[in-house]
């Protein structure tokens, strides 16, 4: 039986193949991405428009989904904000940003739609191998990589404080994954895996990882970085 699916960040590399995978299995997908228009085109999405940095846009396009379906059955929040800079160069609007569309954006969204979430929901939040404490870590990606750890620890804490009621909560730290975002944050870097590959493995998981797990960091990597 399809499920009712909001993927976040759905415009490029892992987002995009997301919604490509999940809805030729045919689940409901709505796509969440400030540009639209690539997943506009796929039949069993609803392709909306919106900024995780407006509070009114994640208002609008809550009620626009919960308009159409009444209960939400996997939330996959994969959208990312990444800035390379030395940390000196960092300025106020960098770390801003980072923490506005890797932590604060994901925890609106989910606060707003946990009404249509029950036990048997399941959040899954995309981080990265450079938020988890004791990994590799790398120059420039400061604002990066403790927005990362931050989303980590919310996830955490939400499997707690929702273990009795649902959803589960868990989060995903990836590792190298050939898209426009690595590319940004490493140049020449040639990944070993690809974003449909990456896809794949959270399509998965997403569907039925809280089967198993709940307040979970898994690290997704092959490689560092």
């Not at 000196?88 to 890797?102: A, G, H, I, K, R």
């Not at 273990?163 to 590792?175: C, I, T, Y």
Request: proline share 4%.
């Amino acid at each position: 039986m399809g499920k009712n699916v909001i993927i976040t960040g759905t415009s490029r590399g892992i987002g995009f193949e997301l919604v490509k995978q999940f809805t030729a299995e045919g689940h409901r997908v709505f796509a969440l991405s400030r540009n639209d228009k690539p997943t506009a085109e796929l039949m069993g999405c609803s392709s909306i428009s919106c900024d995780l940095t407006l509070e009114d846009q994640i208002q609008d396009a809550v009620k626009r989904i919960l308009s159409e379906v009444d209960q939400i059955d996997v939330l996959i929040n994969n959208s990312g904000y990444l800035v390379n800079k030395p940390f000196t160069e960092l300025s106020m609007q960098d770390w801003l940003q980072s923490y506005s569309v890797n932590v604060f954006g994901v925890a609106l969204l989910t606060k707003t739609l946990l009404p249509a979430m029950g036990k048997d929901s399941h959040v899954v939040n995309v981080s990265s191998m450079g938020g988890v404490m004791g990994s590799a870590k790398f120059p420039g990606l400061t604002a990066y990589s403790s927005s990362k750890g931050a989303l980590i620890t919310m996830t955490e804490v939400l499997a707690e404080e929702y273990k009795e009621s649902g959803p589960s909560f868990n989060v995903l730290a990836l590792g190298a994954v050939q898209t426009e975002m690595l590319a940004a944050a490493f140049p020449g870097y040639q990944a070993p895996i690809t974003a449909a590959q990456m896809a794949n493995y959270i399509k998965d998981f997403a569907l039925s990882g809280h089967q198993l797990y709940n307040g979970k960091v898994l690290p997704v990597s092959s490689s560092t970085p």
